[in-house]
């Protein structure tokens, strides 16, 4: 997918990671230096000045969450100079950012650093637009991210959990593969995958599963694609490996979507400053009033999807079962299958925040924490964002779990 012209969240790092797991641990206070209480007040006035400058999102967490953020101002200030050392300041550091309520705004890039400094390298061997990311990455290094790394660890991650041991004991002629379950019922004339993530690493692994899948697919009367829990990843998953294989012709989606015109924003997404439209053109009926106080700017994109080399349409009823933990790049194909009618959306709504492209980066300059965060309002086909509305079902089904939610939608089919 080529990052310039995409408008849904992009194929490297766009992940909402809901878990980071730690084999090793260390003294923090080995690595650095602890930082002194003008240290980390230049550090949060300098992540204040460039969220206020550039995120897009304080109108939306004032009216879904009754957090002012901004002016929280001197509460922070006064929380941060309470703070007796780097533990206590990444502690309150980690609330502040939490007050921002937005899963892609968080300290993620620190965490898993070399992830995204190897995912962006890479990526920036093909597209030099990411350059700007390997920069930004280099403002620290890995021994001051693994300190910090090693002190969220010992706050909020003593032990990693995992409770989610739910099956489908239901179901016939099931093959699990380990992020892709495919399962044919006959006697509905129901092809159905279930695929857990999104992730980057599955775009080539799953590849071939997927097609020969979705060429079996089409000899079936319906089609249920389940992203239940999947909480996003690459949109190139869904973009490279499923819609085309449904389609006889391309397939344009159309996107608009808001932005501050900072200076972080044109160093990150040049792009976004060639085919600026105002508020008047845009036109759309559930805007937020924020979009109209003149510190926004607007884009209106397209994505493309060409079909595959098949060409071959598929005629049967499409269903995207969706759920509330479907966010980021799995929200941007329940965005899509809606904008476009290409399949009914079914389940419960979705977490959001789908339309845009790679978070803004940004590296703190005395104790090196990289943050990552939204740097663009995406917004729904009817103005409203994308964040805040989410994407509704065409057909709600209310359920206590993904299994029960999926035999919900059999029993549709079976009495359609």
Known sequence: MNFKTSPFYSTIVKTLFTSVVAIFFIN????????????KLADFNYLYQELKQSYPYFGINKRVFTTDWLSNKKKYIKAIKNTKNDVAFFKVFSGIM?????GHTDAY??????????????????DTIYAIYVRELEKTDTIRSKYWNDINLELFFPEKKNNDHETNVNEVKTKVFENVEINFIDSLSTAIIQVKSFSYDYVENDATTLMHFFKKAHNY??????????SGGSTEYWMNNM?????KNTINAPVVYAFKNSDRLKKFKP?????IVTYEEIGLPNMPKELKDGSYLFRRDSMKIAPSATHKKYLGKIYLLVDDVVFSSSEALAYFCKATKFATVVGEKTSGDGVGTDPLLLTLPNSGIVIRFTGEM???????PNDETKTIP?????????TERRNKLLEYIKHK
């Open 28 to 39: 923090p206070c080995f690595a650095q230096k602890e930082l002194s209480t003008k240290e």
């Open 98 to 102: 939490n007050d921002l309520n937005n």
């Open 109 to 126: 890039p620190t965490s898993i650093y070399t992830y995204f400094y190897d995912a962006y390298k890479q990526a920036a061997t093909q």
């Open 221 to 230: 009367k319906n089609l249920i694609i389940d992203i239940q829990g999947n």
């Open 243 to 247: 819609i085309p294989h449904l389609i």
């Open 271 to 275: 792009f976004y400053f060639e085919n």
């Open 378 to 384: 995406g917004l729904n086909p009817d103005g409203s």
């Open 394 to 402: 065409d057909l709600i089904l209310k359920a206590s779990s993904k």
